[in-house]
């Protein structure tokens, strides 16, 4: 009788002890897919930023005429020696639609798409989420539908970035999302 | 049975210790990441922080240059530092180049100015009075910089008209010049932006030739401008009759007329030479009537002047707050152009080493490129 006693508190005891391992192993796993997914995300992200201030600090530099073409809540385009060679570039960042960037499983993610002087994309960055802002020499918001002449884009002298990207696969019902905004103050314009 | 537990605990022990030394890498990854973003982020605001700093320095002795690179340390990080005259963009230029360290981030920022042009701060534009001023007939007054044989310099003139009281732009005239850096061409009317009128002038406007020059402070106390034409400095005249005087002008010309009616105006005056041309007294009731012949280059300091038919390539700056006429200037076919160089030409005239610096409530040096 003892014997089967000890049988049976044996399997439920080991079972127990595999039922907890089990479940800690999942969520080990899942936390571990969470952190990379977030790491790539992250480390996709810091690369675009890093893109993004080094074109946006020098927006104007070395151009004597029209230094903002585009300026737009989603699309911005800009005049800068960006390379300091003594020759003028044309810079365009532009957003794509979500339905037709169908490389990742994540149906809300889009292009964020860099062109220099009309080339292929010089970069392309999927985030969900891309808005600018501008604002005048007093801080003061300007209106986007102001913003389609010249005049009012010569007003440009500071603009707010504000980004959110996802991871390209569901985790855990979830997408793993990163977000980042900043203010940048050109001085060549 | 405790066998297979065994196995099963050394292998969840060894699969969470991959995991956790994978999560470790990990975390530490987008720690780097946000550190490396954090010192960039420092690292250029030292940058720009010692640029903007080394700007005021130069604003306060224009003359001050760092050729040889120095080291500092600065809100916890360190920048080397130069600055060094330039030609960039085919224009000479000062250069501010910084490169900041933090963390183990470097980031190198340069930014150019103008180099400064050093002229009495009472110019305010090319032509400056202290009363009315009407310009008709064929007058044109511009603004814009130009060198000394009258070719434009782009972005670095000053203002057509700068007044205390009213101006009216009538007849042929037009009027140009330059705004926070931008040109406007000669326009009728002209471009608001090139006119300044019921102004005040800081500190109450200049009442003597001297005072005009910035006073003793500057190297011109009361009566100096006198002394050098009486000295005859680099051709310098002195006369109370301008029937006088030779020409072509050079230097200091002085020319003090009585304050009696109606002998105090100089009547169809040949200006043509270069210099400073003052026409004064004590009364400040001098005119001169009619500037008929001749090109003049460089500054002109009269207390009353109606009519002018001559070119003058430099700056009118005149000093009446009671014109005789009502107004300053009128009728008048002449060509007003402004010219930093002319005048430059003109201070150095006086031997007297210019004073006339950059800094708060005075001109600023003007960013041309910032690259960061």
Known sequence: MSDWLDLVGSFVIGGMVILIFANLNISISVAASENLFSGIVQGGLTSATDLIEYDFYKIGYRNSGNKIEIADSNEIKFYSDIDNDGVLDELHYFVGDSTTFTETSNPNDFLLTREK????????????????????SLGQKIDYTLLSSQSERDKIKTLGIRMKCESADMIDDHYEAVEWEKIIKPKNI | MSRFILIIVLGAFITYSITSL????????????????????????????????????????????VPNPVTKNIFDGQVTYTVTDTIFDGEE??????????????????????????????LEGAITTNNPVVTQ???????????????????SGTYAIWTTKTLNQTGNSYLGGTDDGVDYPLMKPADP???????????????SPDSILGGPAYGYPEGMLKSIAISGLNGSQYVTDPS?????????????????????????????????????????????????????????????LVHVHSTVIGAIILLTPNPSSGNTIGNSSGLILYSTEAIRFALLQTNIEPKFNYGFGKNRLYVNHWFE
């Open chain 1, 117 to 136: 002087n009309n080339e292929i994309p010089a970069a392309s960055i999927p985030v969900v989420y891309f808005k600018l802002t501008y604002y005048d």
């Open chain 2, 22 to 65: 994978t999560q470790n890498k990990l975390v530490t990854q987008t720690t780097e990441n946000s550190v490396n973003n954090y010192s960039q982020t420092k690292a250029r605001n030292i940058a720009n922080s010692t640029i903007q700093m080394l700007m005021s320095q130069v604003a306060d002795n224009v003359d001050w240059r």
């Open chain 2, 93 to 122: 230029q000062i250069k501010f180049s910084a490169i900041a360290s933090e963390f183990g981030t470097t980031k190198e920022i340069t930014a150019y100015t103008k180099n400064p042009i050093l002229i009495p701060p009472a």
């Open chain 2, 137 to 155: 007939g064929g007058l044109n007054v511009d603004g814009r910089n130009h060198k000394m044989d009258a070719t434009l310099v782009p972005e």
């Open chain 2, 193 to 207: 932006r090139v006119i300044k009128v019921l102004q005040t002038y800081p500190g109450g406007y200049p009442t």
């Open chain 2, 244 to 304: 006088t005087l030779s020409h072509p002008l050079s230097g200091v010309t002085y020319v003090e007329l009585t304050d009696v009616l109606p002998f105090n105006k100089w009547e169809d005056a040949d200006i043509s030479g270069s210099g400073i041309l003052v026409v004064h007294n004590t009364s400040t009731n001098a005119r001169i009537k009619n500037m008929e012949a001749g090109i003049f280059k460089g500054m002109v300091i009269v207390d009353d």
